[in-house]
């Protein structure tokens, strides 16, 4: 039987005003997340993953933005919603959790007003119970000794358990979908894994949806059971996990994947680097392969004119055709 989808994108463009020209940074995008299922979306800076992730809130400035597609929540549009629907849903129905909780928690209240304050506005909850619900989503956010946490002032917190408050602030409200934006980039090893398990565990007690967004493949690996990879606003590749980290097939993938530190690096060896960055929006290009520029010793004919994502096997998807001529050149290593 085919799960349900909790979230469905279709061709989402997203799109800024700079000046009197529009540059495109998200192109066609599109994917979906089922109840209960983790979901990464994985590239370099400026491959237009926030962009995506924040399109799917209504985070854009409308004034400077042009959003075209298709964003589904249980089969309900969110892009054709009104700016104050939107808002409701923001929180809701949808919530978020970035990387630098410090400035997202309010320095000015004590946690437990953050809490009451939160639940009033998307519940008209009462204090009495607002306490209860924060208390239990403390708990459920693997924090002890939640009296003295909410009875606390953010700066009176460790970055972990800042981090573990935010994400119970954010499932007080028991969204179905969970957007992940880099949400353990800031916080050392140790606790970085922590809140990977804790994701994983609220997942499965309470079926949310959670979409990553994230640099690092090892955090896919250990979380995620579905892999978006985006390079310069597209999907290049995307599928199961497993699939994609045992059999990478589009270049830009096996770069990813080769330029991490694997857990057993010695110290003289060798570091894979991908050589060139992400085009700039003025610098993208109308057609051809994105990549390409970045392996230059690939034939030119080994790239598609307009490159389509092609399913190479059961939901495997690889942009472009440049991957079946596809070969690690060794000097590129430093
Ligand atoms: N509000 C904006 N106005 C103009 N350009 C923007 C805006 N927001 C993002 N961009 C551009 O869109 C592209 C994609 O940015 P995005 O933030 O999605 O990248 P990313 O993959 O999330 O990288 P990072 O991890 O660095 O945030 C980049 O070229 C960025 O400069």
């Known amino acids: 039987m085919e799960a349900k989808k909790l979230l469905e994108v279709t061709n989402l463009n997203v799109s800024f005003w700079k000046e009197d020209r529009l540059l495109n940074a998200v192109k066609d995008v599109s994917f979906h997340i089922n109840h209960g299922e983790i979901v990464a979306i994985v590239g370099e800076?400026?491959?237009?993953?926030?962009?995506?992730?924040?399109?799917?809130?209504?985070?854009?400035?409308?004034?400077?933005?042009?959003?075209?597609?298709?964003?589904?929540?249980?089969?309900?549009?969110?892009?054709?919603?009104t700016h104050s629907s939107l808002l409701k849903l923001r929180g809701k129905e949808i919530g978020i959790i970035f990387q630098d909780s410090m400035n997202s928690l309010d320095p000015v209240f004590k946690i437990e007003n953050q809490f009451i304050e939160t639940l009033k506005k998307h519940f008209k909850m009462n204090k009495k119970t607002a306490k209860k619900?924060?208390?239990?989503?403390?708990?459920?956010?693997?924090?002890?000794?939640?009296?003295?946490?909410?009875?606390?002032?953010?700066?009176?917190?460790?970055?972990?358990?800042?981090?573990?408050?935010?994400?119970?602030?954010?499932?007080?409200?028991?969204?179905?979908?969970l957007i992940g934006d880099e949400p353990t980039t800031a916080l050392d090893v140790t606790i970085q894994y922590q809140i990977l398990s804790l994701l994983k565990s609220i997942q499965s007690e309470l079926n949310t949806g959670i979409l990553l967004v994230t640099h690092d493949f090892g955090v896919v690996a250990e979380i995620a059971t579905r892999v978006i990879v985006m390079y310069a606003g597209e999907i290049v590749e995307s599928g199961k996990t497993s699939e994609i980290i045992n059999?990478?097939?589009?270049?830009?993938?096996?770069?990813?994947?080769?330029?991490?530190?694997?857990?057993?690096?010695k110290r003289d060896e060798l570091l894979y680097t991908i050589k060139g960055k992400v085009p700039s929006l003025t610098e993208m290009p109308e057609s051809g392969c994105r990549f390409a520029p970045r392996i230059p010793w690939a034939k030119s004919n080994s790239h598609e004119t307009y490159p389509k994502l092609h399913e190479v096997s059961d939901g495997h998807l690889v942009r472009c055709t440049c991957w079946k001529a596809f070969n690690f050149q060794p000097e590129v290593a430093i």
């Open 247 to 265: 059999n990478p097939l589009h270049p830009y993938t096996q770069s990813l994947l080769k330029s991490r530190i694997p857990k057993n690096q």
């Open 45 to 81: 800076s400026g491959s237009g993953k926030s962009v995506t992730a924040e399109a799917l809130l209504g985070l854009h400035d409308s004034k400077a933005t042009e959003v075209s597609g298709g964003i589904q929540l249980e089969g309900e549009s969110v892009l054709s919603d």
């Open 133 to 177: 619900v924060a208390a239990e989503s403390l708990k459920l956010a693997g924090v002890p000794d939640s009296d003295r946490v909410l009875n606390s002032y953010p700066h009176e917190l460790s970055g972990g358990l800042q981090q573990r408050v935010m994400i119970a602030l954010t499932i007080s409200c028991r969204p179905k979908l």
